[in-house]
């Protein structure tokens, strides 16, 4: 097991890289803990797989150094690394029981018998695959296979981490919560470092201590899932974490104070006026109220727990989240918003915090 | 409209789709909510005249078309497993009903051009599927059934490849794209949040059998039997045996509450949902339990945590941030007012 550590990792799929934008990494500077539980969050094309492949030594990047503790890997091949990786899709040898498939890569090692054994009822233990142990692993369920994968890197006794990328895409919705809280508390019991790369917000705020928002090739925060959620510090975290995202509304700036639509906002912020402003406020932090924003309801959404409500004002979307069976006001429709949750943006960035 | 009268389906000697009657109406959107295996897929090209039935009849628009073949339909079909015409350009794959329909160039500009907007394809116009990533060509696919001015839109699990974000934007706009048109939509999707924020009717599916079908709100909330509660809950539904005797619902020691109106004495089947049960407050109403964290995760807006109550895991869903921790003792409300009965048969019982 080690601390990962990444130091001015660049990387650029072209031979010469001209523009900013031919960076599929811009820049990253990173450290993992050893033991934690770490999620890379962001939509395709934002640089993840880009991340993942130089960790685990797929790639080298153009330029920086991986560190594994104090070791400089950056040159060394993925099998020197030790990692162990699951996939999107579950790798399983259909031909074989469970068992001999957790067993594949330590009597690949050369490992004696007896200490096989030993391992793979331990790891069968973990993932609650002991009575399966006999079984060819063809008859499994996608979640099932899914857990033999995992398996097989757990059974190895010299990994210095555990790569997950995107492993719940093919599992059935019912199936992911049983899977999702089983790495949850495999990780809690095993204490293993663990790096789940994922474009699923509630799977990456569910697994991760701690989360990495990547966007256009950098990573523009790093925190809890409550830091993330009450305080994104760039309008894309705001937008891209929760369900629905942050609204973004432009705003003026009036002695350092906030006006959208000509009502006065609190916000936690104050700023001078800078190129772009924003407010950024969540639906959740969103009510109708007597006072406020002027809006037209134009669309209610049931999702069950809540209702989503899509709210105009002119072109400007807002959206609010009620109560299951809340109810949603019709004519002369007013929003206020939750001073101690409202933020300001400054071109993009939280007030007071620059990129 | 598309009518399945008792159309089932067995392939040697097994069963693939119960006898199924079901009427869609066009201009809304019908869903097929169930898990991998359910018959979605079955269902879906019976419908559409991929599959023969083995028993049953299609009827489409007042006409029987049940060995009608697929091309002599007016059908769009998105699968999961996406198709495009790899020669052919972007632009050209979106316009290829249109150009089958001889369509004036103007329209087809037009319409490519909304339709890839839309579905955010714009600056891909010019490529072929093979340049592009797994998202972008499945949602080639999808621009292309839109494109086409088909009666009947069958959507394959259409979404399950894309990002979280496109999802969720196109979650919205789908019913909105088809709400203005007299065409009859066919969506599958395992997903009870999707199935639900897509509006419109839900048919759920287990087995190879309809178990429900109405508005997607309705069947939510008022399934007809424990399966369709199921089938419908993400997070699962929290279900546990109780006992109803001298007025009072017994679920463990200690943990009772009065009976509603118009259930019998003996032994049911509790459903309740995982937002119907909640840390609890001391203003909050409901039964309340003492219990053990078993796991506790955070989603940012919303808590979850399991826990065990009378030897069963129990999971509790609700809004904002709690900061429990495995292995604590913590006390839940059972908001039980909420709560579905359904009788061991798993029929639901009473209001």
Same mark, same amino acid.
């Given at each position: ?59 080298? $990047? ?71 142990? =006999? ?128 009502? =006065? ?17 969540? $639906? ?44 949603? =006001? ?26 | ?351």
């Amino acid at each position: 097991m080690a601390r990962i550590r990444l130091e001015s990792v660049r990387h650029s799929y072209r031979e010469q890289p001209a523009s900013e934008a031919d960076w599929a990494l811009k820049r990253v500077d990173l450290e993992w803990q050893d033991g934690g539980a770490y999620a890379l969050l962001g939509p395709s094309g934002c640089g993840k797989t880009t991340l993942l492949s130089i960790v685990s030594g797929l790639l080298r $990047p153009t330029s920086g150094r991986v560190f594994f503790g104090e070791r400089d890997v950056t040159d060394l091949a993925p099998d020197q690394r030790n990692i162990a990786q699951v996939f999107q899709f579950p790798v399983v040898y259909d031909t074989m029981s469970v068992y001999d498939n957790l067993a594949f890569p330590l009597r690949n090692r050369g490992v004696p018998a007896a200490e096989v054994d030993a391992r793979v009822r331990e790891v069968a233990a973990l993932l609650d695959l002991e009575a399966m142990l =006999p079984q060819r692993a063809a008859g499994l369920t996608a979640d099932g296979k899914q857990k033999i994968s995992l398996g097989r890197g757990l059974a190895r006794a010299d990994v210095n981490v555990i790569m997950f990328d995107e492993p719940l895409t093919v599992i059935d919705p019912h199936l992911k919560w049983r899977l999702r809280s089983k790495l949850k508390e495999l990780h809690q019991r095993i204490g293993m470092t663990m790096v789940y790369v994922t474009h699923d917000q509630t799977e990456a705020m569910t697994f991760a201590d701690q989360v990495v928002v990547m966007h256009e090739g950098a990573i523009v925060q790093v925190g809890t899932p409550i830091e993330l959620f009450e305080r994104p510090r760039h309008t894309f975290v705001g937008h891209f974490i929760g369900s629905p995202g942050m609204n973004v509304l432009p705003c003026e700036i009036e002695a350092g104070q906030a006006r959208f639509a000509g009502v =006065p906002l609190a916000a936690a912020e104050r700023a001078a006026p800078g190129a772009r402003t924003e407010i950024g406020v969540r $639906p959740e932090f969103v009510r109708f109220a007597e006072a406020g924003v002027p809006v037209r309801v134009a669309r209610v959404a049931d999702a069950g727990r809540h209702q989503i409500v899509e709210t105009h004002h002119g072109d400007t979307v807002i959206r609010v989240l009620l109560k299951e069976g809340e109810r949603v =006001p019709g004519e002369n429709a007013r929003l206020a918003f939750d001073p101690a949750h409202t933020r300001l943006y400054v071109d993009g960035w939280m007030a007071g915090e620059a990129a | 409209m598309l009518a399945l009268r008792d159309v089932a389906r067995r392939v040697d000697g097994r069963t693939h789709i119960h006898p199924t009657g079901l009427e869609l109406r066009a201009g809304g959107f019908n869903t097929l909510l169930g898990t991998t295996l359910a018959g979605k897929t079955t269902l879906m090209q019976l419908m559409a005249g991929l599959l023969p039935p083995s028993a049953g009849q299609v009827w489409f628009g007042g006409r029987d078309v049940t060995g009608v073949p697929v091309q002599k339909r007016n059908v769009a079909m998105v699968f999961q497993q996406f198709i495009n015409y790899p020669n052919f350009s972007v632009y050209e794959n979106i316009a290829s009903p249109l150009r089958v329909a001889r369509r004036p160039d103007a329209e087809v500009r037009a319409r490519v051009g909304k339709i890839a907007e839309l579905l955010q394809l714009t600056p891909f116009l010019a490529r072929r599927p093979a340049e592009l990533s797994g998202g972008q060509q499945q949602r080639t696919a999808l621009a292309r059934a839109l494109a086409k001015d088909a009666e009947l839109v069958l959507l394959d699990e259409p979404l399950a490849n894309l990002d979280y974000k496109l999802r969720e934007s196109l979650r919205e706009e789908l019913p909105r794209l088809f709400a203005d048109r007299e065409c009859t939509v066919v969506y599958a999707t395992t997903e009870p949040g999707e199935a639900l924020l897509l509006g419109g009717h839900t048919a759920t599916l287990h087995e190879g059998r309809v178990t429900q079908f109405g508005p997607s709100g309705a069947v939510y909330r008022e399934p007809v039997d424990l399966v369709t509660a199921r089938v419908y809950s993400d997070p699962p539904i929290n279900a546990a045996r109780v006992t109803k005797a001298d007025g009072r619902i017994r679920l463990a020691q200690g943990v009772e509450w009065p009976a509603p109106a118009g259930l019998a004495d003996g032994e049911y089947t509790l459903g309740l949902r995982p937002h119907h049960v909640v840390p609890a407050t001391n203003d909050r109403a409901g039964v309340q339990v003492d219990c053990k964290v078993l796991i506790a995760e955070i989603s940012g807006s919303e808590s979850v945590v399991h826990f065990e109550l009378d030897g069963l895991t129990w999971v509790s869903l609700s809004h904002g941030v709690h900061g429990f921790r495995v292995g604590d003792r913590a006390r839940f409300a059972l908001e039980v007012d909420r709560g579905l009965y359904f009788a061991l048969d798993g029929a639901r019982v009473g209001g």
